[in-house]
């Protein structure tokens, strides 16, 4: 009885590790994904370095007075509630 039970569970393993694929497979994978990760970290590295770059350039610009008249409508208008009209 309990022999048969662990040929059962040695097929099961068998069976998943057919799935799965040799370790080679897995560690072929496994250093796919990490060089994937490095270069991902590489470019979130450029990318902060880029934008404290472009924020440091355009500071100045932010600080000049806009020459454009301001046409954009008050937003208070928009956060007022609707008037709630209650039937007696």
Known sequence: MMEAAEDAHRE??????????????????????????????????????????????????REQPSKLPDTSLPTVAFLQPEPKISHM
């Open 12 to 61: 099961e393993i068998q069976k998943v590790k057919i799935e799965i694929g040799d370790d080679s497979e897995m560690r072929e994978v496994q250093s796919m994904m990490q060089s994937i990760s490095e270069q991902m970290y590489q470019q979130s590295l450029v990318l902060s370095e880029l934008s404290k770059k472009i924020g440091q350039k355009s500071l100045p610009r």
